[in-house]
């Protein structure tokens, strides 16, 4: 019997943002200014998760609404559309179809070990959504159907990224003979997805605690910098930051045990693209009401004009919406082909 040769998958990389709203210096810093990055080398697909969002309650006006505020946030923060493809998860249904077949490879005693589900679950956990356990199931999906080969992500989702290749390796193995009959070269079918973390702010902290990681649900509106912010809230909540009565270090092993002093000295590197050494050389030896003073004018210079600009790109709904709908196709492309590949190796009929 002849067996097809195909072609090895290409580099490719793929991230996505969950539709909750408070779009967050966080998820800013850890993750989409690595996705304006890479859009230069390589194929980049971006996702708006609304399937992951639904994992907890959600109003419908409100995720719709999320929806399009993501995009426009990639949009205003430098991903060009027409480049890359930027796309709403639930438009490309076969993120749930594949998370499925994966569902059969993935080990329950994996996704009980995920932190994550832990710390969302809280101590209710019989009573959380189905869906919130098998969360990291659909993401490896969503990363597997496009047989993406680098992950930009923020620390928080390393572990997620971890198992993702497990569950590919897995698949790999389980189906190792069916993917060399299929012609796939040494019997990988997927690729074990890189994660991409690096930099000075993959961990971004809450300004009102420096051990608590800066998130969307955090009650308090002073713990984060939301991308919605105006130059006013911004400065406030900056000088409103926990710090302490030290004055700032001249190297960065002085920041070892000052939590609060570190994160903001990583945000700082982060927004100017320095190292926080090169900020500790410029700051060390001052006091916090002069470094608050120059991260407040620093920040509102790089966040106003993204602000400015998602505003305005949100005045116009239909053109997110059509942004959307074009990636989502030419997603959908991608992914129906891998799909009926994953079909072909499981052994369904088409
Ligand atoms: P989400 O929506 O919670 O966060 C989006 C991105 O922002 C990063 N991030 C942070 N980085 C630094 N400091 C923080 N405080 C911080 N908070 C959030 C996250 O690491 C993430 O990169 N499960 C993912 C969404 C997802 C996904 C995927 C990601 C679904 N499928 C496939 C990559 C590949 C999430 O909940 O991200």
């Given at each position: 019997?002849?067996?097809p040769e195909q072609p090895t998958s290409p580099e490719r990389v793929f991230s996505g943002v969950q539709s909750t709203g408070?779009?967050?210096?966080?998820?800013?810093?850890?993750?989409?200014?690595?996705?304006?990055?890479?859009?230069?080398?390589?194929?980049?697909?971006?996702?708006?998760?609304?399937?992951?969002?639904?994992?907890?309650?959600?109003?419908?006006?409100?995720?719709?609404?999320?929806?399009?505020?993501?995009?426009?946030?990639?949009?205003?923060?430098?991903?060009?559309?027409?480049?890359?493809?930027?796309?709403?998860?639930?438009?490309?249904?076969?993120?749930?179809?594949?998370?499925?077949?994966?569902?059969?490879?993935?080990?329950?005693?994996?996704?009980?070990?995920?932190?994550?589900?832990?710390?969302?679950?809280?101590?209710?956990?019989?009573?959380?959504?189905?869906?919130?356990?098998?969360?990291?199931?659909?993401?490896?999906?969503?990363?597997?159907?496009?047989?993406?080969?680098?992950?930009?992500?923020?620390?928080?989702?390393?572990?997620?990224?971890?198992?993702?290749?497990?569950?590919?390796?897995?698949?790999?193995?389980?189906?190792?003979?069916?993917?060399?009959?299929?012609?796939?070269?040494?019997?990988?079918?997927?690729?074990?997805?890189?994660?991409?973390?690096?930099?000075?702010?993959?961990?971004?902290?809450?300004?009102?605690?420096?051990?608590?990681?800066?998130?969307?649900?955090?009650?308090?509106?002073?713990?984060?910098?939301?991308?919605?912010?105006?130059?006013?809230?911004?400065?406030?909540?900056?000088?409103?930051?926990?710090?302490?009565?030290?004055?700032?270090?001249?190297?960065?092993?002085?920041?070892?045990?000052?939590?609060?002093?570190?994160?903001?000295?990583?945000?700082?590197?982060?927004?100017?693209?320095?190292?926080?050494?090169?900020?500790?050389?410029?700051?060390?030896?001052?006091?916090?009401?002069?470094?608050?003073?120059?991260?407040?004018?620093?920040?509102?210079?790089?966040?106003?004009?993204?602000?400015?600009?998602?505003?305005?790109?949100?005045?116009?709904?239909?053109?997110?919406?059509?942004?959307?709908?074009?990636?989502?196709?030419?997603?959908?492309?991608?992914?129906?082909?891998?799909?009926?590949?994953?079909?072909?190796?499981?052994?369904?009929?088409?």
């Amino acid at each position: 019997m002849e067996f097809p040769e195909q072609p090895t998958s290409p580099e490719r990389v793929f991230s996505g943002v969950q539709s909750t709203g408070n779009l967050h210096l966080g998820n800013y810093l850890g993750a989409i200014v690595k996705f304006v990055e890479l859009q230069n080398n390589y194929d980049c697909l971006y996702c708006v998760v609304d399937l992951h969002a639904i994992t907890v309650p959600q109003d419908p006006i409100a995720l719709r609404n999320n929806t399009r505020e993501i995009a426009a946030a990639f949009i205003a923060c430098g991903i060009d559309p027409k480049k890359n493809i930027i796309f709403n998860q639930s438009q490309v249904p076969e993120h749930a179809e594949l998370a499925w077949v994966l569902n059969c490879v993935a080990r329950i005693g994996w996704l009980n070990r995920m932190t994550q589900f832990k710390d969302k679950a809280g101590k209710d956990r019989e009573n959380a959504s189905m869906g919130l356990l098998d969360y990291p199931v659909l993401m490896a999906a969503d990363i597997l159907l496009y047989r993406a080969t680098h992950v930009p992500v923020g620390e928080d989702q390393k572990q997620h990224l971890e198992l993702a290749r497990d569950i590919a390796q897995k698949f790999n193995n389980d189906f190792a003979q069916s993917i060399v009959r299929n012609g796939y070269d040494g019997g990988v079918f997927f690729p074990l997805p890189e994660p991409l973390i690096s930099g000075p702010a993959t961990r971004v902290m809450s300004l009102r605690d420096g051990s608590k990681k800066m998130s969307k649900s955090d009650a308090s509106e002073y713990s984060r910098i939301n991308l919605s912010d105006d130059a006013d809230q911004i400065a406030q909540k900056i000088r409103k930051a926990k710090t302490d009565p030290e004055p700032l270090p001249s190297e960065e092993k002085g920041l070892e045990a000052r939590p609060e002093a570190n994160n903001l000295v990583g945000i700082f590197a982060a927004l100017s693209g320095r190292a926080k050494s090169e900020v500790l050389k410029e700051y060390g030896g001052a006091n916090f009401s002069t470094f608050k003073n120059a991260l407040v004018d620093l920040s509102v210079a790089k966040l106003s004009p993204i602000t400015a600009q998602m505003r305005r790109i949100r005045e116009d709904d239909g053109y997110i919406d059509q942004v959307l709908r074009d990636g989502s196709d030419r997603a959908r492309a991608i992914a129906r082909e891998n799909m009926n590949a994953v079909k072909d190796i499981v052994g369904f009929l088409r």
